[in-house]
């Protein structure tokens, strides 16, 4: 039986879909922008006047926090973008890629802010104002926090990794911001290595939350998927009338968009209309049970051992290519 031309159902709502996934996207950037760029210029005012180096971290990842919304909201622009016959897919994959310039404003921000600790810890100074230091920490751990969950929910809800490491990232900010209360808190005593050792402790803060982003950003550049999905795939399927076995079933995600692609075993005996439309009916359960699908390429087949002289006309190239 010949290979069916992939179809989609509903092709209106899927792309509707796919572009109100986008708009929340930027939406979620720009608000949460505001809010990262607001704190971050009160805390580097209070940076300016109380000299601690705890104080200064923080304020470096918030204004790197904030940034990293500019590469991730052009991805999204990009991603709204048609395909052409270069970019057969289209540009989803820009939202990964903005996810590699995520990692590395992250990794930047931690070095600059163990440079300034180790370097305070050389040449000891004393802070200043420290009231307003535990005000700023505390203002900071806040509003980075309602950022983080505004970022993390949205990105799982649209299936956007890199809109997740950026809200993971915001919830380190907050992190920092709480420990700057302990540097304010021990310059009140007189340890004028409480406010870099707390810099310190900052940046490995920092550095887990890159390790922990870097998993998640690698993961999708290399088409890693939730094995759970691959399973509620698999029973939406199997489940589909007419479906008497499915194989190979291959999941990944282009930006906050999933594709998929599986083989179905069906009845010989079927015309070619009545397999096509069993395929399409399995298409219908699949972007039921998996809403962020937008693109799905089902193969149906006789059953085996029927299907078998198709197979082997090919399995000699796939093999070259695999092997």
């Given at each position: 039986?010949?290979?069916?031309k992939?179809?989609?159902?509903?092709?209106?709502?899927i792309?509707?879909?796919?572009?109100?996934?986008?708009?929340?996207?930027?939406?979620?950037?720009w608000?949460s922008?505001?809010?990262?760029?607001?704190t971050?210029?009160?805390?580097?005012v209070l940076?300016?006047?109380?000299?601690?180096?705890a104080?200064l971290?923080?304020?470096?990842?918030?204004?790197?926090?904030?940034?990293?919304?500019?590469?991730?909201?052009?991805?999204?622009?990009?991603?709204?973008?048609a395909?052409?016959?270069?970019?057969t897919?289209?540009?989803?994959?820009?939202?990964?890629?903005?996810?590699?310039?995520?990692?590395?404003?992250?990794?930047t921000?931690?070095?600059l802010?163990?440079?300034?600790?180790?370097?305070?810890?050389?040449?000891?100074?004393?802070?200043?104002?420290?009231?307003?230091v535990?005000?700023a920490?505390?203002?900071?751990?806040?509003?980075n926090?309602?950022?983080?969950?505004?970022?993390?929910?949205?990105?799982?809800?649209?299936?956007?990794?890199?809109?997740?490491?950026?809200?993971?990232?915001?919830?380190?900010?907050?992190?920092t911001s709480?420990?700057?209360?302990?540097?304010?808190?021990?310059?009140?005593?007189?340890?004028?290595?409480?406010d870099?050792?707390?810099?310190?402790?900052?940046?490995?803060?920092?550095?887990?939350?890159?390790?922990?982003?870097?998993?998640?950003?690698?993961g999708?550049l290399?088409?890693?998927?939730?094995?759970?999905?691959?399973?509620?795939a698999?029973?939406?399927?199997?489940?589909?009338?007419?479906?008497?076995?499915?194989?190979?079933?291959?999941?990944?995600?282009?930006?906050?968009?999933?594709?998929?692609?599986?083989?179905l075993?069906?009845?010989?005996?079927?015309?070619?209309?009545?397999?096509?439309?069993?395929?399409?009916?399995?298409?219908?359960?699949?972007?039921?049970?998996?809403?962020?699908?937008?693109?799905?390429?089902?193969?149906?087949?006789?059953?085996?051992?029927?299907?078998?002289?198709?197979?082997?006309?090919?399995?000699?190239?796939?093999?070259?290519?695999?092997?």
């Open positions: 039986m010949a290979r069916l992939p179809h989609s159902h509903d092709a209106g709502d792309v509707d879909s796919a572009l109100e996934a986008s708009r929340r996207g930027m939406r979620t950037l608000i922008f505001a809010a990262l760029m607001v971050a210029v009160a805390q580097a940076v300016a006047f109380t000299g601690s180096v104080l971290g923080d304020t470096l990842h918030n204004f790197a926090d904030a940034l990293t919304a500019v590469p991730l909201g052009i991805a999204f622009l990009l991603g709204r973008r395909a052409t016959r270069r970019f897919y289209g540009l989803g994959r820009a939202e990964d890629l903005a996810g590699l310039v995520i990692l590395a404003v992250i990794g921000s931690a070095g802010a163990g440079w300034e600790a180790i370097q305070r810890l050389i040449e000891p100074r004393d802070m200043r104002n420290i009231g307003w535990a005000a920490g505390l203002i900071g751990f806040l509003g926090e309602l950022v983080a969950r505004y970022r993390i929910t949205v990105g799982r809800q649209i299936g956007s990794a890199a809109l997740v490491a950026d809200g993971l990232h915001a919830r380190t900010d907050g992190f709480l420990a700057v209360l302990l540097s304010a808190g021990g310059a009140a005593v007189g340890w004028q290595w409480a870099p050792v707390v810099g310190l402790l900052i940046t490995v803060a920092i550095l887990s939350v890159l390790w922990g982003a870097a998993k998640e950003v690698f999708r290399l088409d890693a998927v939730d094995p759970v999905l691959v399973d509620q698999e029973h939406a399927l199997a489940s589909s009338p007419g479906v008497l076995a499915v194989h190979q079933v291959r999941l990944r995600w282009v930006g906050h968009a999933l594709h998929a692609e599986a083989e075993s069906v009845d010989p005996g079927l015309t070619l209309s009545a397999a096509h439309q069993i395929a399409h009916d399995a298409e219908h359960r699949l972007l039921h049970a998996l809403p962020r699908v937008t693109r799905a390429v089902l193969h149906a087949h006789p059953a085996e051992p029927h299907g078998d002289a198709a197979h082997d006309l090919v399995a000699h190239h796939l093999s070259r290519t695999l092997g």
